[in-house]
C-alpha cells in the first residue's frame, strides 16, 4: 500500500467498513503538499452502433459544438474531447465470417481477435483495464470494478459460433478469463463497504442484510468519534458523504421492495424496476467508489452488443438491435436516435455527479479521471468498426486537454489511446492488442 493510501481514514464496524474521501485537516493539498491527488479511470460501453450524422459533433479543435445526439452533455463540454476516427480492426471478420456485436464487446478494451467458438477453448486478450489493476489495482481495497445491466454469461453458443463469454463480458484478467460485470446494486454495494474480514459472524451479515439496520449503524460510534476531532468543514463533508451513502441504501432498499411485490421477476433483488433507474444507480456506485478511493478503475457494460432491449419509457417499443438493421429507413433511424440519446443522458448525468464531488482543493471527481465512453460499432447497419463513437472525459489531473473535438486524419487503432491513457496513469505497457504506437492527446 503506498504511502498517500496509509494516510486516508476509514470507519469501521461489524460487517462494515467505509472508506472516507480525503479531509482537508488530513489533505496534503490543504497544506500546500505536491502529492498528486489519485487518477481514476473507467470505460463504459452502449450497444449497436449509433445513427453518427446525429452523434458526430460539428467544427473540430476547440471550435465545435455538441451534435444532437450529445445536446445533455452540455453541462460538462468543456471536460469532454470527442475523438473521430479511431477504430477496432479486430472486430472485422477478418476471415471469421459473422459475428460483428460479439467481436465489438470483446474487441473494445482488448484489441484482440476473440477465437471463434462456442466451446471452452475461448482465447482474446487482456482489457486495458486490466492491464492497469494488475500494476496499481494493489493501492486500493478493490483493483477494479466490474458493473453492468445484463446477466454476465461464460458460456453457450452466442452471435454467429461466437461463445457467450465474449458477448457479455467486457474486462478480461487474461486471454481465457473474463471478468463478469456485476448487475445487482446490492451486492456492488456489499462489495464497497461491506468489511473483508473473515470473522464476520454471519447472522450478523444477514439481520444487517434484511434491512433490520442500516450499514451505517455498524459505523456511526466510529464517526462520532472521529468528528469530535475534526474542523468544521471536514466534520460537514463527512456529513455530506454519509448522507450520500445512506441516500444510495435507500435507493436499492426500493428497489429490492419493488421486487419483491413481483413475484415473477427473475433479476436479483436489489435492481430497480426501470432500465433508466438501473443505470443510474450503477452510475451512482461508480461515484461512491471513486469518491471513497475504494478502487481507481471500473468498467461498465451498460448493455452488451446485440441487445435487443426495447425502450418503451421513451416511446420506443421496438427491439434496439432489430431498430439497427434499419437499412436506412427513416423512422427506423429516428428511433435509434431517441435510443442514443437516452444512453448519452444517462451518462451525463454520471459526469454531472463527478463534477460536483470536489475535494478540499476544490477538484472535482471528473478533474482526477479520465472516462472511455463509446461503442464497437459505428454505422450498425453495415457493422462498421472504424470511426467509432468515443467520448473522453476528464482532465486526468491535468494530464488531458479536453473542451474540443478531435478528428484524426486516418483511422487509428483504438488502443493507441488506451496505451496514452495508461501512461498518463502511470502504467506500463509497450503493446495493448492491435496498438501500433500511442495517440497524441497533447
Known amino acids: 500500500m503506498n504511502s498517500s493510501a496509509s494516510r486516508r481514514r476509514f470507519l469501521r464496524g461489524l460487517g462494515a ?16 503538499g505536491d502529492a498528486a491527488a489519485p487518477l481514476r479511470m473507467a470505460y463504459v460501453y452502449t450497444p449497436n452502433g449509433a445513427i453518427m450524422p446525429e452523434w458526430t459533433p460539428s467544427g473540430a479543435g476547440a471550435d465545435w459544438k455538441l451534435s444532437p445526439t450529445l445536446s445533455s452533455l452540455k453541462n460538462v463540454k468543456n471536460e469532454l474531447q470527442v475523438i473521430s476516427g479511431l477504430a477496432h480492426d479486430k472486430a472485422d471478420a477478418n476471415g471469421d465470417g459473422g459475428g460483428d456485436h460479439a467481436r465489438a464487446t470483446a474487441t473494445f478494451l482488448t484489441g484482440a481477435q476473440a477465437r471463434k467458438t462456442a466451446g ?26 466490474q458493473l453492468g445491466c445484463d446477466p454476465a454469461r461464460k458460456a453457450g453458443r452466442c452471435d454467429s459460433g461466437y461463445s457467450c463469454a465474449y458477448q457479455f463480458n467486457f474486462s478480461w484478467r487474461s486471454e481465457t478469463l473474463p471478468l463478469p460485470p456485476e448487475i445487482d446494486p446490492r451486492l456492488v454495494f456489499e462489495k464497497l463497504f461491506g468489511s473483508d474480514k473473515a470473522s464476520i459472524d454471519p447472522k450478523e451479515q444477514a439481520r444487517r442484510l434484511s434491512h433490520q439496520s442500516s450499514l451505517l449503524d455498524y459505523v456511526m460510534e466510529d464517526a ?219
Open 17 to 32: 467498513t467505509i472508506a472516507l474521501p480525503t479531509l482537508e485537516g488530513s489533505s496534503v493539498f490543504a497544506k500546500g
Open 120 to 145: 471452452a477453448d475461448i482465447k482474446l486478450g487482456v482489457s486495458v483495464d486490466q492491464i492497469a489493476a494488475a500494476q496499481i489495482g494493489s493501492e486500493t481495497k478493490i483493483d477494479s470494478l
Open 224 to 442: 462520532k468519534s472521529l468528528q469530535k476531532k475534526l474542523g468544521y468543514t471536514d466534520q460537514q463533508k463527512i456529513e455530506e458523504y454519509l448522507t450520500g451513502v445512506r441516500e444510495m441504501e435507500r435507493k436499492i432498499e426500493n428497489a429490492e421492495k419493488f421486487r419483491a411485490a413481483m413475484p415473477n421477476a427473475t433479476a436479483p433483488k436489489g435492481i430497480p424496476g426501470t432500465y433508466r433507474d438501473h443505470i443510474r444507480i450503477m452510475y451512482d456506485m461508480m461515484v461512491l467508489a471513486f469518491q471513497s478511493d475504494t478502487t481507481r478503475i471500473a468498467s461498465f457494460l451498460v448493455a452488451h452488443d446485440g441487445s435487443n432491449r426495447s425502450f418503451r419509457e421513451i416511446g420506443v417499443p421496438d427491439g434496439h438491435h432489430h431498430l439497427s438493421h434499419h437499412r436506412r429507413d427513416a423512422k427506423k433511424m429516428e428511433k435509434i436516435a431517441k435510443i442514443d440519446r437516452f444512453y448519452v443522458e444517462q451518462f451525463a448525468y454520471f459526469l454531472e455527479k463527478m463534477k460536483a464531488a470536489k475535494d478540499p482543493a476544490g477538484q472535482s471527481l471528473l478533474d482526477q479521471s479520465m472516462i472511455v465512453f463509446g461503442g464497437g460499432i459505428s454505422d450498425a447497419d453495415r457493422h462498421d468498426h472504424d470511426n467509432l463513437p468515443v467520448v473522453l472525459a476528464g482532465k486526468a489531473n491535468g494530464k488531458l486537454n479536453p473542451g474540443r473535438h478531435v478528428k484524426t486524419k486516418q483511422p487509428v487503432p483504438m488502443t493507441n489511446l488506451y496505451l496514452s491513457l495508461l501512461e498518463k496513469a502511470g502504467v506500463s505497457a509497450e503493446q495493448l492488442g492491435d496498438s501500433d504506437g500511442k495517440f497524441d492527446l497533447v
